[in-house]
């Protein structure tokens, strides 16, 4: 049983600074990965770069886990990208605009690998 | 080696026009000032694609741009809903040819607006904006407010070069006669420097707007103890600081555009606007993302009359976002093909649209591989705009700005491939009696 959280999604300066190399490895170390406040690391028993998994209605990712004094108790907060756009409904309610933020979300601890742009962009084929 | 000033950048909507670079055989070598990290890495370049591609049996085969093109055009000369998506990362020069070419197949025609301001747009089309150019903000604005941005990562020169941080013309003393207020769910690198931080519970932003346009017309009286998770006392301070204001404006980030009441929040942030006019000068911009996402409104506008989530298939422009919208065309699977041009869907699209994304066609037309060539079928690689080709673009506040060609590009441009696809069309309908 993971722990409840509001994921919300944004812009970090290393993410834009590979908008246009997003297959590099700086743009993976950097996005695939879920900042959260060192209560709810510790709640899940979790260090800082080890993974674990987000999973919302819509879909399950694998990410690094980064502890944030920032990110308030009960969000979790991934730079915008594949990885927690993969989260993402596409409903915009009528709006035009997703939920890319505010989204309701279990994360736990995870042993399983953190998936590549490349694998993680073969999920969505077939 | 040549120095090159006045160089403009095309990363973000802040279209910085003062950098200095080094060109040497024909390589940018050296950005020598005036470009933040991101924009610094935009023009000392990536990774490029090599080669016009098409897929075969799986696998992203180099072909000939002539090879390319043709299989573009009989794409979309045989769908009969395609997507036309992107428009934002590159200059309004190929977003017009774009529109041509979305009219010419009866095309869907949507723009990274859809996913970032969109929202934004509609309040705007609601209310209004009270609105001001970025120089009449660093040369007369004592107060900044950003809410729901974090321009320290987001738009790194934007505190620098126009607000906060900027010294101008009534504001010669910079920051030190300024104040910043940051509203925002975390605490990030931006809300460190302000004078006030109001950390509002993820959400909640259309109350915080709501108690401060009460507080700003005299009713404080309504306003309870604690709204949004900040206190009617840091409220209050907050609505004294705008009054007392000779100038403040208000930036707002994806903070307000991607949750829950999207354009709802972005009306009452206007309104707080107006509020804040019984009392002083204020004006608000949205914070636009690409360097040219206000630019492909404009051009849509122009050339359809609407700025993004345009039906060209009626033979007359039909504007609906929530319905063409392009999450919305592929959660439904509506489109059979699609063009993304300047844009990167794979990376910014929710999951569940990019599943149908992958299924149909695509045609991918991008200086550099990312998410979205995973899947392309039909891949062109071209000059990058405001490095290697020149072209008009508009700046977040919607004022034009050209950007200038700094080397020579062995690749076309963005333009002159849309016009090529345009003419194979052409070729093809007309082949077909069409």
Known sequence: MGTKVNLISGRTIVQGRNLDSKMSEEYFDEVARCDLNKADMDKLGVAAEESVKVKTSYGEVVVKAKEDAGTPEGIAFMPMGPWANALVSGDTHGAGMPSYKGIDAEIEKSGDKVLHVKELMQTYMG | MVEVTDVVCSLCGCVCDDIVVEV??????????????????????????????????????DCSYDEAIKKAAEILAASRRPLLYGWSSTVCEADKVGVELAEEIGAVID?????????????????????????????????????????????????????????????????????????????????????????????KDYLVFSALRAMLYGHEDVVPDEVGGVSKTD????????????????????????????????????????????????????????????????????????????????????????????????????????????????????????????????????????????????????????????????????????????????????????????????????????
């Open chain 2, 24 to 61: 040497e055989d024909n390589k940018v070598t050296k950005v020598k000032r005036g470009a933040c990290s991101v924009g610094k890495s935009k023009l000392m370049g990536h990774n490029r694609i090599k080669s016009p591609a098409i897929r075969v049996n799986g696998e992203l085969k």
């Open chain 2, 111 to 203: 723009n990274t607006a859809s996913v970032c301001h969109g929202p934004s747009v509609l309040a705007i089309q609601d209310v209004g904006l009270p609105s001001c150019t970025l120089g009449e903000v660093k040369n007369r604005a004592d107060l900044i407010i950003y809410w729901g941005a974090n321009p320290a990562e987001a738009h790194a020169n934007h505190m620098k070069r126009y607000s906060y941080v900027s010294k101008g013309f009534w504001t010669e003393e910079g920051k030190k006669a300024k104040k910043l207020v940051i509203v925002d769910v975390r605490a990030t690198k931006t809300s460190r420097m302000a004078d006030v931080f109001l950390q509002i519970e993820q959400g």
């Open chain 2, 235 to 434: 409220l209050l301070e907050t609505a004294e600081m705008m009054k007392a204001a000779k100038f403040g404006a208000t930036f707002f980030g994806m903070g307000v555009t991607h949750t829950g009441a999207r354009h709802n929040n972005i009306v009452n942030a206007i309104q707080m606007t107006r509020a804040a006019h019984t009392h002083t000068k204020f004006s608000i911009t949205p914070m636009r993302g690409h360097y040219n996402v206000a630019g492909i409104n404009q051009v849509c506008t122009w050339e359809t009359g609407f700025p993004f989530a345009i039906d060209l298939t009626r033979g007359y422009a039909w504007y609906n976002p929530g319905e063409l919208s392009a999450t919305d065309l592929l959660i439904r699977q509506e489109c059979d093909a699609a063009l993304v041009i300047a844009s990167d869907p794979g990376a910014h699209f929710p999951g569940e649209s990019i599943k149908h994304l992958a299924k149909i066609p695509v045609i991918q037309i991008d200086p550099f591989p990312n998410p979205t060539t995973e899947f392309a079928d039909v891949v062109f690689p071209v000059a990058v705009s405001g490095v290697e080709a020149e072209g008009n673009v508009y700046r977040m506040d919607n004022i034009p700005i050209r950007l200038r060609k700094l080397i020579d590009s062995e690749y076309p441009e963005d333009e002159e491939i849309l016009k090529r696809i345009l003419d194979e069309v052409r070729a093809i309908k007309e082949k077909e009696g069409n």
